[in-house]
């Protein structure tokens, strides 16, 4: 959870073909000394090939698939959010795209652009600004939600676009981010003015409320200090569409 805080009190972020097997039929051999009779049998019947009935002709032949120019570059990718800069994106398993609106479960790491100092961070390890060490917890964003202390409206919407399983990192400006005030984060300090660094995976996706989005883990998060933990290192990747 991030605070406001009037003033730094540790070293700032700087401001920052098929192939078609194309028949060819082959001449006969020319035959000048054949008998008569032969080369009449021969001319009849051609002739009465002429006259067969449409559905007995020859099927046409299928067009051949063009090869692709050389020079012709891969599809380009999705378009970024806008506002958001995509500097990493590794596409998830899930079928359904985060959009406005959906409750998302993700874990990430936000950092200070200009020297990569961490603010923020759901993957626990690092040190708090208290001195604690923190705890793996995944958070819960609903997109394009009210504000949420410490949830930037760059972090939502980075996130959009993404599938469960995917990772995405992307960079966050200062008006998207945390603006001009001098912001206190459970990992360290935010500028005023800071462009952020946010690192994503994407868990779980729900359209069909909290419950379903914490089917399992309902512990992660909740309860005591022992508790508010539980399970989240066990979530397993799932979308509730």
Known sequence: MLQQARAPTTAPCCRHAQ??????ASASPSAPHQPATRRR????????????????????????????PADVAAAPAAAAPAGI??????????TAAAKVGDLVLVHYKG????????????????????GGI????????RLGGAPVPGVCDGLQRGIEG???GGRRTFAVPPALGFGAGTVLGPYGIVPGGS?????????????????????????????TANERNAGCADITL????
Do not use: H, N
């Open 19 to 24: 192939r078609r097997d194309v028949v060819t």
């Open 41 to 68: 049998a021969l001319l009849a019947g051609a002739a009465a090939a002429a006259v067969l009935p449409p559905l007995l002709a020859a099927r046409p032949a299928l067009a051949e698939e063009a090869p692709a």
């Open 85 to 94: 800069k995509v500097l990493e994106d590794q596409p998830g398993s899930g």
């Open 111 to 130: 950092t200070c652009a200009a020297d990569g100092s961490l603010f923020d961070s759901t993957l626990g390890g690092a040190t708090y600004r208290d």
């Open 134 to 141: 923190g705890v793996l917890r995944p958070a819960i964003i």
């Open 162 to 164: 993404m599938t469960v």
């Open 195 to 223: 462009e952020l660094t946010y690192e994503v995976q994407l868990l779980r996706l729900s359209r069909q409320g909290p419950d379903a989005l914490m089917s399992g883990v309902s512990l992660c998060g909740a309860g």
């Open 238 to 241: 799932a979308e509730f569409v």
